[in-house]
């Protein structure tokens, strides 16, 4: 059975989901989840971070296509960062970079949140 | 030689693998072909797309052809003539038109929240080539190749 995991860690208002393993049509739910449970709280600046998965197929790109508008819509965004070549590859074969802010470091991903908080408590 | 696993009912044998309709049996297939591709001299850089074209393949089958219905037949069959590595994957479930499924509009997509034909633009995008064979009522059956050695 394919492994995978996610963890979320809190960095002051931008959560982060750490991704581990395999994300396939079986385990892609599990990620899902992870969404759901954020939009529920009301938790919209999402960052995910590849550094850990080793494995995406279409129907993991597909969880990031279900909540990107609504977390949009509510002033978030879902910034991905720390891919391997191999997931990034896949994203640029499907034109996903033109939709998603891809980061090389967690710290970019999290700094480019905070800037614009910055920008609209002026 | 012949193994059964008796709790999930997936067969393997030299040539071809059996599992059911679940995607739980995704991992299984990955593995499967993973350790064929190599055994068949394949770039190890190139195994990874195999591997993701069939997955596709094979989610599609699940999704669609067997519509989720957890015990249907996908069987997996790997041929190598040394130009050609091909992996052949048959299914008993419905019919199916690849003509009918349009080429990814990931804007569309975006205002839909949904993903629709990404598997499709993946397999013809990793292999060199993809056909189906779908016989109402009988069986559906796609090729999935990569050429071994291309000149490059």
């Known amino acids: 059975m394919a492994e995978f995991s996610t963890a979320v860690k809190y960095r002051g208002d931008v959560n982060v989901i750490y991704l581990n393993g395999f994300l396939d049509a079986h385990t892609a739910p599990q990620l899902e989840n992870e969404f759901s449970k954020l939009i529920e709280e009301n938790k919209y600046s999402i960052v995910v971070n590849f550094k850990d998965l080793n494995y995406i197929s279409s129907a993991g790109l597909g969880v990031f296509m279900a909540f990107i508008e609504k977390i949009r819509e509510n002033k978030g965004d879902i910034k991905l960062t720390s891919m391997n070549d191999k997931v990034f590859n896949i994203f640029d074969l499907l034109g996903f970079p033109l939709l998603y802010e891809i980061f090389k470091s967690e710290e970019e991903a999290v700094k480019k949140f905070n800037e614009i908080k910055k920008l609209e408590n002026e | ?152």
């Open chain 2, 1 to 152: 030689m012949r193994l059964k696993n008796l709790k999930t009912n997936n067969y393997i044998d030299d040539k071809k693998l059996i599992v059911q309709s679940r995607t739980e049996n995704l991992s299984v297939v990955r593995d499967y072909i993973h350790d064929a591709a190599l055994k068949a001299g394949i770039n190890p850089e190139k195994v990874g797309d195999i591997i993701l074209a069939v997955d596709e393949a094979c989610t599609n089958i699940i999704k669609h052809a067997y519509k989720s219905i957890p015990d249907g037949k996908i069987e997996i069959q790997v041929l190598n003539n040394y130009k050609k590595f091909t992996i052949v994957i048959t299914d008993y479930g419905s019919s199916f038109e690849p003509k009918k499924v349009p080429a990814p509009d990931l804007q569309k997509y975006y205002q839909q929240h949904r993903v629709g034909g990404l598997g499709m633009y993946l397999m013809k995008n990793l292999m060199d080539e993809v056909d189906y064979i779908s016989v109402p009522g009988k069986y559906n059956r796609v090729s999935l190749s990569k050429n071994l050695n291309p000149v490059s």
